[in-house]
């Protein structure tokens, strides 16, 4: 014969909602001195316990929600950034160019020489890449500004 099912007394229940605020199963189930098991046990059997655990966790959740939306509308940038990426489907994407296909580099796997190669590849295409011009604007600050470099032209000619 198995050991007796345990049950919950109503404060007992009662208590389910404010702990599963801020616990975890675990930790519920440990705070009442019985294991996670038994615990889940106990919602399955008694829909009471499931329900007000869930409610436990829901209202804490909204109204974290409920702040963090605020502080996103106030112009928290973190928060609007968090926002979205969870609620939204945004996410950071940084796009990176496939450099193997762009750089050939030396067998031996340096760095250097990887680098030197990359920065040669990009001087061949320099002839027809604007120049980049630092100009200062009339209140002080600076603009930046390209100017197409025409194939043939050198730097002297310019």
Sequence with gaps: MGRPERCLSD???????????????????DYFGIGRTTFFAMMERDPEIAERY????????????????AKARSGDTASMIFFLKTQAGWREVAPLEDIDAQVQPARSGDGVQMLHAYLDQIAARG???????????????L????EPVLDGESEEAR
Aim: hydrophobic share 50%; proline share 2%.
């Design 11 to 29: 404060a007992q229940k009662a208590e389910v909602e404010t702990l599963a605020a801020v616990l975890t199963a675990q930790q519920v189930a």
């Design 54 to 69: 869930k409610r436990g966790k829901a209202k804490v959740i909204g109204a974290i929600a409920q702040g963090l939306i």
């Design 143 to 146: 603009m930046l500004t390209t």
């Design 127 to 141: 002839k027809a890449a604007p120049s980049l011009i630092i100009e200062e604007t009339h209140d002080g600050g």
